[in-house]
T-cell receptor, first 114, second 113 residues
Framework: DAGITQSPRHKVTETGTPVTLRCHQT?????MYWYRQDPGHGLRLIHY???????DKGEVSDGYSVSRSKTEDFLLTLESATSSQTSVYFC?????????????FGPGTRLTVL | QKEVEQNSGPLSVPEGAIASLNCTYS??????FFWYRQYSGKSPELIMS????GDKEDGRFTAQLNKASQYVSLLIRDSQPSDSATYLC?????????????FGAGTRLAVHP
């Protein structure tokens, strides 16, 4: 257990509304990631963070923004949700001291945009 | 073109048999290779990591890496119905950077009694 929680675990929202998903970790890891998982695509990286206020884009970052004001929290925001953003969102961390870049995942958030 | 390729399956094996899952990748500079198991409705769970050519064994699991052929595999011996899940291959340390992983779409394994 990497001490990762995600909230909310399920959310239904309407097109055009803003949505923020939260990832919280309790073990002070430096690297945090947001992925989305869709059938046939596997896990795709949206954004990642390598420290407080240090973030970078992944392969599917359009329509998403992130913030990390504290080590323990990494927020993912959909500025104006669209139906194409209906997905399961996973947060992950890389453990400090772990061999290479092993990543460990939170429980996920299932988001439905109507 | 996908950078990490897996057969989507389902791969169906009888209980007690060896399940063989395969993965190919395109970035020759990749340095780290992982297998995750994901049960339906759950998050991915890391089960094997491998970084050097050859075999790495952990219990009933063996990961095999061949960098020259850009190929990584996972063998599950004495397969059990509880092994039925989707297995994700992930590759890192290539041109995308040390701390980023590229995932395959996964292979669904079904172990039948």
């Amino acid at each position: 257990d990497a001490g990762i929680t995600q909230s909310p675990r399920h959310k239904v929202t309407e097109t055009g509304t803003p949505v923020t998903l939260r990832c919280h970790q309790t073990e002070n890891h430096r690297y945090m990631y947001w992925y989305r998982q869709d059938p046939g695509h596997g896990l795709r990286l949206i954004h990642y963070s390598y420290g407080v206020k240090d973030t970078d884009k992944g392969e599917v970052s359009d329509g998403y923004s992130v913030s990390r004001s504290k080590t323990e929290d990494f927020l993912l925001t959909l500025e104006s949700a669209t139906s194409s953003q209906t997905s399961v969102y996973f947060c992950a961390i890389s453990k400090q001291g772990a061999t290479f870049n092993e990543q460990f995942f939170g429980p996920g958030t299932r988001l439905t945009v109507l | 073109q996908k950078e990490v390729e897996q057969n989507s399956g389902p791969l169906s094996v009888p209980e007690g048999a060896i399940a063989s899952l395969n993965c190919t990748y395109s970035d020759r500079g990749s340095q780290s290779f992982f297998w995750y198991r994901q049960y339906s409705g759950k998050s991915p769970e890391l089960i094997m990591s491998i970084y050097s050519n050859g075999d790495k064994e952990d219990g009933r699991f063996t990961a095999q890496l061949n960098k020259a052929s850009q190929y990584v595999s996972l063998l599950i011996r004495d397969s059990q119905p509880s092994d039925s899940a989707t297995y994700l291959c992930a590759v890192g340390g290539g041109s995308g950077g040390y701390n980023k992983l590229i995932f395959g779409a996964g292979t669904r394994l079904a172990v039948h009694p």
